[in-house]
């Protein structure tokens, strides 16, 4: 069974730092691309930062380059997103998926319709 666990999420005060983990497993980590989103209340969906096979470039949102730094522990089947310097605007539910039909070579996507499997979310709340 395909899991995505999102965890990590908090409160924190604006220009504090938070590092979400997203657990996996039920499939081959080393074998399929991960994003992160989130999603605000009222809003839409939007893609975060992505991060794929082999040594492609991983992609992050205009709203978070230079403030959030995504990785993965391919030993752990865990990708994690370090977000430093945040704002009001990234209060959120965060959500890592899964893009099965990733391909070496390829970079990753930030569209969601590209991912096949979700995670449960996290709540990330930062007050000003």
Same mark, same amino acid.
């Given at each position: 069974?395909?899991?995505?666990?999102?965890? =990590?999420?908090?409160?924190?005060?604006? #220009?504090?730092?938070?590092? !979400?983990?997203?657990?996996?497993?039920?499939?081959? @980590? +080393?074998?399929?691309?991960?994003?992160?989103?989130?999603?605000?209340?009222?809003?839409?969906?939007? =893609?975060?930062?992505?991060?794929?096979? #082999?040594?492609?470039?991983? !992609?992050?949102?205009?709203?978070?380059?230079?403030? @959030? +730094?995504?990785?993965?522990?391919?030993?752990?089947?865990?990708?994690?997103?370090?977000?430093?310097?945040?704002?009001?605007?990234?209060?959120?539910?965060?959500?890592?998926?899964?893009?099965?039909?990733?391909?070496?070579?390829?970079?990753?996507?930030?569209?969601?319709?590209?991912?096949?499997?979700?995670?449960?979310?996290?709540?990330?709340?930062?007050?000003?």
């Amino acid at each position: 069974e395909v899991q995505l666990q999102a965890s =990590g999420g908090g409160l924190v005060q604006v #220009g504090g730092s938070l590092k !979400l983990s997203c657990a996996t497993s039920g499939f081959t @980590f +080393t074998d399929v691309g991960i994003g992160w989103f989130r999603q605000a209340p009222g809003k839409e969906r939007e =893609g975060v930062s992505c991060i794929n096979l #082999g040594d492609t470039p991983r !992609l992050y949102a205009d709203s978070v380059k230079g403030r @959030f +730094t995504i990785s993965k522990d391919d030993a752990n089947s865990t990708v994690y997103l370090q977000m430093n310097n945040l704002k009001p605007d990234d209060t959120g539910v965060y959500y890592c998926a899964a893009d099965f039909g990733a391909n070496w070579g390829i970079a990753c996507a930030l569209e969601s319709h590209f991912y096949d499997d979700w995670g449960q979310g996290t709540q990330v709340t930062v007050s000003s």
